[in-house]
């Protein structure tokens, strides 16, 4: 399984980008499709969540600001809006089976995007 993950640019503080994720499998099928993101030596860390049933989950740092969705069989996008420079960060997506519980285990999901980077401007 491999994902492809696209969108990052450039943005000014109170703007928005939208990222998306494809897969190379025929359809997303089961698979939960989670975005994360990485600052400079830290973890990673979970922003959004769509598995089974388009159930979402959000990490309360981006709850009300990002949005995640099943655009087609394929692509996953995360809307980003009023971003902020603290948001500056290499984004990816991750695909893997964890329960809905678990969506924000990076350990859970096998198989990672390249990584997209995103930098806000203030």
């Known amino acids: 399984v491999q994902l492809q993950a696209s969108g990052g640019g450039l943005v000014q503080a109170g703007g928005s980008l939208r990222l998306s994720c494809a897969i190379s499998?025929?359809?997303?099928?089961?698979?939960?499709i989670s975005w994360f993101r990485q600052f400079p030596g830290q973890e990673r860390a979970f922003l959004a969540g769509?598995?089974?049933?388009?159930?979402t989950k959000y990490g309360d740092s981006v709850k009300g600001r990002f949005t995640i969705s099943r655009d087609d069989l394929k692509t996953v996008a995360l809307q980003m809006n009023n971003l902020k420079p603290e948001d500056t960060a290499v984004y990816y997506c991750?695909?893997?089976?964890?329960?809905?519980?678990?969506?924000?285990?990076?350990?859970?999901?096998?198989?990672w995007g390249q990584g997209t980077q995103v930098t806000v401007s203030s």
């Open positions: 991750a695909a893997g089976r964890p329960v809905y519980s678990a969506y924000d285990q990076a350990t859970l999901h096998y198989y």
């Open positions: 499998e025929r359809t997303l099928g089961d698979y939960v």
């Open positions: 769509t598995g089974r049933g388009r159930s």
